[in-house]
C-alpha cells in the first residue's frame, strides 16, 4: 500500500522572531539626530537670511591699482549701493550690485565681492581723463577711449582739449587726435593748448604759446611724437610733420 505524503508550507522551516522593544529603542537616537542636525540647519539657514547677525554693514570700496579713488567717484559709488545696507550678506544680488555701480559715469568696470560676515566689497577701476572736448555748452572729458562721461561747466586747464565734429569712441577723429595724445612725450603734451580735429586726417596741435603743428593723419605717429620736441626747438611757428622724413617749418 501506497502511503501519500502531505506537505505542509512552512514545514521545517523555523519561524521569523518578531521585532523586539529593544530593536525599536536603538532607532530612536538616529531619528533624534537627524532631527536636530535638520534643526540645526533650519536655525543657521534663518540667521543668515533673516535676522541682521550676517547683514550688509558697511561698503568696502578700493581701486584696482591701489591707488586713491577721486573723492567724488567714492560718493557716487556710495549713493548707488546705500540700498544695500542692512540687507542679509547671503541674498546681496553682485550682479545687480555691479550693475548699478557700472551705472555711475566715472566707473569702467567693477567686480562685487562678499566680505563675512558683514562687509560688501567693491573693487573699481575708474575711468581716466586725457583731454577733453566742448559740446552741448559743457566741458567733457575724455577716457584713453573717448568717451565723453562726464561734464562741468569750466575747463580742466591741465588737459587739452579736442575740437570735435562729433566727439565718441566710434568717432574717427576723435580716436586719431587722442592717439596723437596718448603719443606725446609728457613734456610736449603739457604744452598743448587745444587739438583740431575736423577729420581723422586734418590733426593740429595748437601749442600754449600758439605756435602751430600740423600733424597731418594717424600714419607714423610714434614717429611723429619721437621728432617733435627737437622740431620744436626750430625757430619758427608753424611745423608740418604730415610727412616726418620731410619736416617743414615756417
Excluded: C
Amino acid at each position: 500500500m501506497t502511503t501519500a505524503t502531505r506537505r505542509y508550507a512552512g514545514v521545517g522551516r523555523a519561524p521569523e522572531p518578531a521585532p523586539t522593544r529593544g530593536y525599536r529603542r536603538r532607532r530612536w537616537p538616529w531619528v533624534l539626530s537627524i532631527g536636530l542636525v535638520l534643526a540645526l540647519l533650519a536655525g543657521g539657514a534663518y540667521v543668515f537670511w533673516k535676522t541682521p547677525m550676517f547683514a550688509v554693514r558697511g561698503i568696502s570700496i578700493s581701486s584696482s591699482d591701489g591707488k586713491p579713488l577721486p573723492g567724488a567717484l567714492t560718493a557716487a559709488v556710495k549713493t548707488a549701493t546705500k540700498g544695500q545696507i542692512g540687507t542679509p550678506l547671503v541674498s546681496v544680488d553682485l550682479g545687480a550690485v555691479q550693475a548699478d555701480v557700472a551705472a555711475v559715469p566715472q566707473v569702467k568696470s567693477v567686480t562685487a565681492a562678499r566680505e563675512w560676515p558683514n562687509i560688501l566689497s567693491l573693487t573699481i577701476t575708474a575711468r581716466v581723463a586725457v583731454a577733453v572736448t566742448n559740446a552741448n555748452g559743457a566741458w567733457w572729458s575724455l577716457d584713453a577711449d573717448g568717451l565723453p562721461y562726464v561734464s562741468s561747466k569750466t575747463r580742466p586747464a591741465s588737459l587739452p582739449a579736442i575740437e570735435l565734429a562729433t566727439p565718441g569712441p566710434h568717432d574717427p577723429a576723435t580716436r586719431a587726435a587722442l592717439d596723437v595724445v596718448k603719443a606725446l612725450p609728457k613734456p610736449v603734451r603739457a604744452m598743448v593748448s587745444r587739438i583740431r580735429a575736423p577729420s581723422a586726417y586734418q590733426v593740429t596741435l595748437v601749442l600754449n604759446d600758439d605756435r602751430t603743428v600740423i600733424w597731418g593723419d594717424g600714419s607714423n605717429t610714434a614717429q611723429k611724437a619721437q621728432i617733435l620736441p627737437v622740431v620744436l626747438e626750430q625757430p619758427g611757428t608753424v611745423f608740418d610733420l604730415t610727412d616726418p622724413t620731410m619736416v617743414t617749418v615756417k
